[in-house]
């Protein structure tokens, strides 16, 4: 009997040693995340659904056959049957540990980073994502990498969201405080969704963002344009307001194409009459918007509660994004 059991033990071993020497022999060939996960999650589904037609189909079967039919009637009194009890114990043993190994290799997988990759940047915020490419160049709501494999580094600014990726099958958290990082391949040239897959807040349907994937030349004739246009930026109040808008995340929450988000838009709002929450009206102007950014929970605009950061900035600054807003219609 030990004998008999010790055998298949070995028998369920032998059966899962090609996913562990897969999963060893790694670095030599090529993964392919997104392979490697449909596999999982087809070879999980067959097996679930064997198993469950395998439990249900005889319970119901036997449930009918074998009902009682007369009120007096006693059941046949069944002892057991050792080569029975030894099948099933054993064969969903081997199902367990195969899977289980399975599992372990695909975990691999996505964890792994292959040696050759670029490595960017995702910094999680209410509500949207600042991506920062190699280079040191910083776009909202846009990832741009060349073909290969990424390495994404992220973190969150204020509470716990996740960096979804469905094209490439993989995603993880972003911790305020922590670094987490996933990878993917990106084979293709084209553009690929990204949410945010922990519910963070109002705006979190709103944490939609893309990854564009570019050819090599593309990429590096993109990176050199984006330079040169922040070096000219920098040099006028509208160009270094647009770049304050972008990099302190204001468009996370504020449409700049009359879109409204967790806030209103702010795109061509100079001069605008707006209502207050408790009925009064207002003319954006200069000092309105400097007040909205350093202290915005002391005239909350209506219907959009009180959500808003407040963001200390520089006299100089703030007078930048008015002038900025002054350009957008
Ligand atoms: Cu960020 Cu949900």
């Known amino acids: 009997m030990l004998k008999q059991v010790l055998r298949l033990l070995m028998a369920a071993l032998v059966v899962s040693i090609p996913y562990v020497a897969a999963a060893a022999e790694r670095a030599a060939r090529v993964v392919d995340p997104v392979k490697a996960w449909d596999n999982h999650f087809k070879t999980w589904a067959v097996v679930g659904v064997a198993v469950y037609l395998i439990v249900t189909v005889p319970l119901i079967y036997f449930v009918i056959k074998y009902r009682r039919k007369h009120k007096d009637e006693n059941g046949a009194y069944i002892v057991g049957n050792t080569g029975l009890e030894i099948l099933w114990t054993i064969l969903p043993m081997i ?27 995702a910094i999680g915020f209410m509500f949207g994502f600042e991506m920062y490419t190699p280079e040191g160049i910083m776009t909202l709501n846009e990832m741009r990498v060349p073909v290969g494999n990424v390495k994404v580094n992220l973190t969150s600014k204020d509470v716990i969201h996740n960096f979804a990726l469905p094209t490439f099958r993989t995603r993880e958290d972003m911790v305020p405080g922590e670094n987490t990082y996933l990878w993917f391949a990106a084979k293709e040239p084209g553009e690929y969704p990204v949410y945010c897959a922990e519910f963070c807040g109002a705006g979190h349907s709103s944490m939609l963002a893309k990854v564009i994937v570019m050819k090599k030349d593309d990429y590096e004739a993109w990176v050199k344009s984006k330079k040169s246009e922040s070096m000219t930026a920098a040099t006028t109040p509208e160009g270094k307001g647009k770049e304050l808008v972008e990099r302190l995340g204001c468009l996370g929450c504020h449409g700049i194409a009359g879109e409204v988000k967790a806030g209103p838009a702010i795109n061509g709002i100079m001069g605008k009459t707006e209502e207050l929450e408790d009925g009064t009206k207002v003319v954006v102007d200069e000092a309105f918007i400097k007040e909205k950014i350093a202290n915005p929970k002391a005239k909350p605009i209506k219907g959009f509660g009180h959500m808003m950061p407040p963001t200390m900035l520089a006299n100089e600054e703030y007078e930048a994004i008015t002038a900025y807003l002054k350009t957008t219609k």
């Open 95 to 121: 199902t367990i540990i195969m899977l289980g190994v399975q599992s372990w290799a695909v975990f691999n997988d996505l964890r792994e980073v292959p040696k050759d990759h670029v490595e960017v940047k």
